[in-house]
């Protein structure tokens, strides 16, 4: 019995495996657009599929960001200006596709645009501190969708998001995991409405990775700054040493992040030009051994894991 059970498993995986292998066909002829492609895994993605032949369309933020990539790239790269907060300049950006695609259609968009910070205790924050991280995570992701679906369709092409292994277990305070599980539930229903239309939503969800989103210099100040914007109240329920004793757990743990983004950029890679992409691709060592297994266990172990893992307040309990 035993060894049919494993002869069945043997054959899923082969199959699976050989599924996953076959590639779309035409892809010199196929545009993709990226957000996000100032640094990170949006830059690493843009470089990739230029070397891989596609019409990469990436949109930065900053004019600095694109001259840099245009730097490193083919001149069948182009890039756009791009704040996915504001209205008006996902209208122009949505413009400058159409003018580029043509009767082709997108054949792929990456929401790939981000932010971590402010984050800290949810008590320390206020509601604006939580809309600068949804505005961009989330809201951005939902209007740039939104306003390119149509050339994604056109096409019969791919979305993909770019969520995180955050958007599956909540471990800290603050807008980063409200956004991405925002993200993941606006991708699950997407993903069913499309489906109608030949188009595939896949989503990334890396673990913990070195690139500008977790610079360590820049979170410790935003910690510190939303420390300070603390109620007198909320900051002696903590205690002065909270804030050093947190910033110190996060450094010892800094050496296991991951520098290696193309397992990012890979699965990216791989949701955009398989014949059958997943629907899900969990990124990094981390992802697939304890964030995804801790999202699966009952809450009263996942909390007694966070609880006993965090420095404690002055006054806890």
């Not at 640094?39 to 690493?44: D, Q, W």
């Not at 604006?128 to 961009?136: G, S, T």
């Not at 397992?263 to 981390?286: I, K, Q």
Request: proline share 4%; with cysteine.
């Amino acid at each position: 019995m035993w060894l049919y059970l494993a002869a069945l498993v043997g054959l899923y995986h082969l199959l699976r495996w050989y599924r996953e292998r076959q590639v779309v066909s035409h892809l010199r002829d196929k545009y993709v657009f990226i957000t996000g492609c100032d640094s990170g895994f949006g830059n690493l993605l843009a470089r990739q599929l230029d070397l891989q032949g596609l019409r990469v369309l990436a949109a930065c933020l900053t004019e600095k960001g694109a001259q840099q990539l245009r730097k490193q790239t083919s001149d069948r790269l182009e890039t756009v200006i791009l704040d996915v907060t504001k209205t008006e300049s996902i209208a122009a950006a949505t413009q400058w596709v159409k003018e580029h695609v043509g009767d082709r259609g997108l054949w792929g968009l990456v929401n790939n645009a981000g932010i971590s910070i402010p984050t800290a205790p949810n008590e320390w924050l206020t509601k604006q501190d939580f809309m600068k991280i949804l505005d961009v995570n989330l809201l951005g992701v939902i209007e740039v969708t939104l306003s390119l679906l149509p050339l994604v369709r056109k096409a019969r092409g791919r979305v993909v998001n770019v969520s995180s292994v955050m958007g599956r277990i909540s471990l800290f305070g603050g807008g980063y995991c409200v956004s991405k599980y925002g993200v993941e539930a606006f991708s699950d229903s997407l993903r069913r409405e499309l489906s109608h239309f030949g188009v595939k939503v896949a989503m990334i969800e890396p673990g913990v990775f070195s690139t500008n989103i977790t610079n360590m210099e820049v979170f410790s100040q935003s910690f510190r700054t939303a420390w300070d914007q603390a109620s007198p109240e909320v900051k002696e329920l903590y205690g002065e040493t909270f804030v050093p004793t947190f910033l110190e757990s996060l450094e010892t743990l800094k050496p296991r992040w991951s520098k290696n983004l193309s397992l990012v950029t890979n699965c990216m890679e791989h949701a955009l030009t398989a014949c059958h992409p997943r629907t899900r691709y969990s990124c990094g060592w981390d992802a697939k051994l304890f964030y995804l297994p801790m999202s699966y266990m009952p809450t009263f172990l996942v909390d007694f894991m966070a609880y006993w893992s965090s420095p404690r307040p002055a006054q806890a309990l």
